[in-house]
């Protein structure tokens, strides 16, 4: 199943991804529509003239009714991180900056780490606590390669 992301620019409300590659892409009435396949991590902003809001979220391989309604997204998703303030919105987005600049596929993070970044968000806190979350993610990955690995060859 493919989950749309409503994309839209000029007039009063503007939608723009931050992160992720869509499958493909398809015209919409109100502009273009990213489609993504399931289990991918998508950030998605969305401007207002009362603000901005960023919506991070995995996409899921069947509809759950019990999942998160994001606006310009269908259908329901796995929601992630939510900010709403111009500070956190730019935190994120350099954050997600810095996965790509490591070369590490935002999909490939689990979602209590994604969960652990929002917890720290919703607090006071700078890019240095962000990135030392990252840090602790890819040690957890190495380190479950690593039992898979010496589990393999027992």
């Known amino acids: 199943m493919k989950t749309a ?34 289990d991918e991590v998508v950030a998605y902003v969305i401007r207002t003239p009362s603000g901005r809001r960023l919506f991070l979220f995995r996409t899921l391989a069947v509809d759950d009714k019990w999942a998160a309604r994001l606006p310009g997204v269908h259908p ?17 987005r350099r954050l997600l900056g810095y996965i790509a600049k490591r070369a590490v596929c935002p999909s490939h993070l689990s979602d209590a780490f994604y969960v652990r970044v929002s917890h720290a968000l919703g607090g006071r ?25 010496t589990a393999g060859r027992s």
């Not at 007039?11 to 990213?34: K, M």
């Not at 700078?126 to 957890?140: G, N, P, S, V």
């Open 125 to 149: 806190t700078d890019q240095a606590r962000l990135r030392l979350l990252l840090r602790r993610e890819l040690a957890r990955r190495e380190g479950q390669r690593a039992g898979d690995a």
């Open 76 to 92: 329901h998703v796995r929601l992630l991180v939510h900010v709403r303030s111009a500070m956190r919105v730019r935190a994120m």
């Open 5 to 38: 992301v409503q994309l839209r620019s000029g007039g009063a409300v503007q939608c723009e991804l931050a992160c992720g590659t869509p499958s493909s892409s398809a015209a919409g009435a109100l502009g273009p529509v990213a489609l993504f396949g399931p």
